[in-house]
């Protein structure tokens, strides 16, 4: 079987599990388990729709990065896997003025993933593309440019997460392999780790988004529903990993965290991570491994894929969120494909 064909058939279990998950949802609330602690109150508990997109045009916003400025990047259109007869994909520039500027097309698809931004405004992307090796990979995409591709990349089938370190270099998950690769500055793409706590479980890929802290890179792992803290050696390489959250088990029925997508952190090191499939979003504690549960379907979240905290004026305390809005059946309460945003009461990292 081939690669596509066996994402495929992934996809057809996603869409059942989905189909599944969403009759049970309401049932997995907070405060149901001893891990799980009851959200406190802020002082601003609306998620606020910052730009809603068409779903019948395929405007379908996947991953998502913020620059010093404020502008918001998002991949847009379907994934790879996704079985349609003619796809989409794009980047867009969404200004805090409202202006949305195209900033790169791939015709005939497939969309790009995981977005990076540096300080001085240079965007990176994964472009998984493993039926064309003349296209996957990683990208950089300059102002007023077109795209790179960044020497090695091409070798990292399915790239799929970003995190972008002090000196300019790039951690990568490999979704498929169970891994994470790494681009240095100026260098050539390596595989940095490859564990059992990456790969996937039952056809659904592993390894998703990362993001690094002081010494160490944190990653979630979709399939396991999983969250891993990986210390980064004097060297540069990759030391044994730690689970921080979730279990290395495929019992999905009653994982927490089944399904977790990209992650973002918060200046204290707590993990935020949406949880694509439950419509969730969550804040993990990096100490123990406790989990909040902020926003679900009930909020509007319908697939949030990817996340970012703000970085404009008043809005470092604000996470900002991808309604990827994908896999069916649609939350009573979706707010439909776009951006959306939540106050969380504490603000991001700086950008590297």
């Known amino acids: ?54 779903a019948v045009n395929g405007e379908l916003p996947e991953g998502i990065a ?24 794009e980047i867009w520039k969404l200004s805090p003025d409202g202006e949305t500027t195209v900033l790169h097309a791939f015709p005939g698809g497939p969309a790009a993933a995981g977005l990076a931004v540096s300080p001085s405004g240079m965007l990176y992307f994964a472009y998984p593309n493993p039926e064309d090796p003349n296209t996957n990979g990683v990208y950089r995409l300059p102002a007023g440019g077109g ?42 793409t390596e595989n940095w780790l490859q564990h059992e706590w990456l790969a996937g479980c039952a056809d659904i890929p592993g390894a998703n988004g990362v993001a690094l802290w002081k010494d160490n890179l944190y990653a979630a792992n979709t399939g396991l529903g999983l ?6 050696l004097k060297d540069g390489k990759a030391g044994e990993p730690e689970i921080v959250a979730g279990d290395s088990d495929c019992d999905t029925e009653n994982d927490e965290l089944l399904r977790m997508d990209r992650i973002a ?21 990096p100490n123990d491994g406790s989990h909040t549960v902020l926003l679900t379907d009930e ?40 951006v ?6 504490s603000a991001g990292l700086p950008l590297p």
């Open 1 to 54: 079987m081939s690669r596509r064909m066996r994402f495929l058939s992934a996809i057809v279990a996603l869409l059942g599990l989905a189909a599944a998950l969403s009759g049970c949802t309401p049932n997995i609330g907070i405060g149901q388990t001893e891990q799980v602690q009851a959200a406190p109150a802020s002082s601003d508990d609306e998620v606020h729709v910052v730009s809603a997109f068409e």
């Open 66 to 89: 913020i620059d010093k400025p404020g502008n918001i990047y998002v991949s847009v259109g379907y994934p790879f896997w996704f079985p349609v007869d003619e796809s989409f994909g």
């Open 147 to 188: 795209p790179e591709r960044l020497p090695g990349s091409e070798n990292i089938g399915l790239a799929n997460g970003l995190a972008l370190g002090k000196l300019g270099d790039l951690s990568v998950s490999h979704s498929a392999l169970g891994a994470v690769w790494r681009i240095p500055s100026g260098g050539t």
């Open 227 to 232: 969250l891993l803290r990986i210390p980064i």
């Open 265 to 285: 952190l918060d200046a204290q090191g707590n993990v935020f991570a949406p949880l694509v499939l439950t419509h969730k979003l969550v804040r993990i504690d």
């Open 299 to 338: 909020d509007g979240l319908f697939n949030p894929a990817s996340i970012a905290f703000g970085t404009g004026k008043g809005d470092r305390q604000y996470v900002f969120l991808s309604n990827f809005a994908l896999l069916p059946p649609e939350p009573e309460n979706s707010l439909g494909p776009g």
């Open 340 to 345: 959306i945003k939540y106050y969380v009461g």
